[in-house]
């Protein structure tokens, strides 16, 4: 059962689209898998809808627009021009977008939908490591897909921000509990902690500031920091 | 462009004091509004009703253009929001699906994805589209995500084990990557007989692995 979920606050940023790629990416593909947080993200995006579009939204800001417009001269003109134009196209018919699957290490996985058009990228790996880095659009976090092989783990790290590990597949522990897929892990600058995974798993991870491995031999694996997230 | 910019923060103020007074609205007013935009979107889906597509657009035009002035801090942009967005609403009409929500919520979630794009676009410059992945709009997944998770390689060994018209379907989806209408195409069965037969054998796979691994 999965027992790690996004807090509220996050669902509702999702909800109104406010969080970065990697974020609303991890957020979605959990809620793909949790029927939980699904509900609830359904009950925040009708609040909102309700907020922006709903009978009373912006009345006052409404009149605002089409003085402004009416300023500029041209709210009728634009407003039915664009209307024309719109009400000449045809239907379009929804697309069946298929699942993604992405191969490591001789396995498939389908991979949650929000990630469908953003696993075209190589896998590089170290050892039981295996990481395919998406694009992030902000400079400071990076998204992966990590995929850690049986008997696999990573060497104790702390953050300089907060990690966020999603689990996809298979199942993996470290020092605060045992996780199944859909666990939606957070993370923050003053956790340490070192993954296992005994089966192997695969993973969906964004950090806001790249790790840093702290205990004895491991020091000299940071640059390894660098190639896992 | 700066006059705007600044209006639209005191707006902001204006708005939270407004949706506390919006706590007493009358229900049932709120719940007729809502069966109306629903019965314009059902003309314009039917009949390509473009008096009740009018209507619906001098509703919501005003509300999308005001929140892209808002989230994206130009007139231009926001102006984008609403042709695309009401673009969407009008060609796409025929696949809301009141089951799922209400017309406000269905127009937000269009608006709100291009939004997430176009803003991407603009701070980042990034081209690509993501927003119809992270928020689907267009086609209902859960169902049959909760099946097609579980679909890995250890899966693919137990399809032979489907029966033909089953292994068919899900085969041409997971090894040959067909997409469902391009099977449907391909085998001459309709869209929905390929749906159910792969539902049938996503069930059926579960089943006999549920023997093998547990
Ligand atoms: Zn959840």
Redesign the interface.
Known sequence: MIKFHPKDEMLKQHANGQLHLGLATAVSAHCELCSVCRDKLKQYTAAQAEQHLGEQSNDDIQTENVATLGNLSIANIDFSDMLKQITQLAPVEATESQRTIVEVKGTQYALPRALTNQVNHNWSGFGKISRMRLNADENNSRASLLHIDADGEIPEHSHTGREITLLLEGNFEDEFSQYVPGDFIELDANHQHSPKTINGCLCYTVVDAPLHFTKGISKILNPIGELIY | MQN?QS??HQ?RY??AY??Q??QT?DDS??TQ?LTELKEQLVKVANQ?D?QA??EL?SY????????G?Q?LSS?GLA?DL??ET??TV??????FDADK??V??W???I???R??DM??KV??N?E?T??D????V??S??AE?QE??I????M?KHVDALPPLQRQVVKG??LQ?????ELSTKLSVP?GTIKSRLRLGLVKLRSILEKHYD
């Open positions: 705007i209006q639209s707006s204006d708005k407004v949706r007074n919006k609205m007013k709120s509004l390509r473009k597509y009018a657009f919501f035009a005003p509300k999308i253009l005001n929140f002035n989230k007139q102006m609403v042709q009401m673009t009008w060609t796409k009409a025929h696949l929500g209400s406000t919520t127009v937000f979630t608006m709100r994805n939004c997430f803003l991407r701070q980042h990034k690509d993501f927003g992945d992270i928020w689907p267009f086609e997944p859960q995500e097609d998770h679909l890995t390689a250890k693919l989806i997971y990557e067909l997409s469902q209408q869209l």
